[in-house]
């Protein structure tokens, strides 16, 4: 059986105890895909979509949202975030996302740009959904992540 850290010897869920591990540097990666028609791209590319700025707002949304990560995931640590860096790529059939959290702590960082990555693509959902039905969100995945 696999051991997990947020699991004690009975099952019952908990808060890991990171009071005794080394203030680090850490770095977390992630990325992401939200997929939509032609004509969505276009309009993403040309910010001519009804919303406006989709992708303005998206960047804001990431960042807002790796901030408060503890407060959306339950047994997430509070994070003093140095930076979060949001990107997308506009491609012919949707948007590659990617986000890198930053931080001086006890834990990683992953839950935090993973958490950016997923809420800009549900703000360019919820931005373009009312002219695109076929949008797809998917592929959120860590893609890197370092200590010093």
């Not at 990171?18 to 895909?33: E, H, I, L, W």
């Not at 890198?100 to 959902?125: C, D, N, P, Q």
Request: aromatic share 2%; hydrophobic share 45%.
């Amino acid at each position: 059986m696999t051991n997990f850290s947020h699991l004690d010897s009975e099952g019952t869920a908990r808060m890991v105890d990171v009071g005794s591990k080394p203030v680090q540097k850490r770095t977390a990666s992630a990325s992401g895909f939200i997929s939509c028609a032609a004509e969505t791209s276009t309009a993403l590319r040309d910010k001519t979509l009804p919303k406006g700025d989709v992708l303005t707002v998206a960047r804001i949304a990431a960042i807002q949202s790796a901030k408060i990560t503890d407060k959306l995931i339950p047994l997430c640590h509070s994070l003093p975030l140095d930076k979060v860096d949001v990107d997308f790529q506009i491609e012919d059939l949707g948007v590659a996302i990617s986000a890198t959290a930053r931080t001086s702590a006890k834990t990683g960082v992953e839950m935090e740009a993973l958490t950016a990555v997923s809420v800009a693509a549900l703000t360019i959902f919820d931005m373009c959904k009312a002219v695109d039905k076929s949008m797809v969100i998917s592929e959120i995945k860590v893609t890197g992540k370092t200590k010093e």
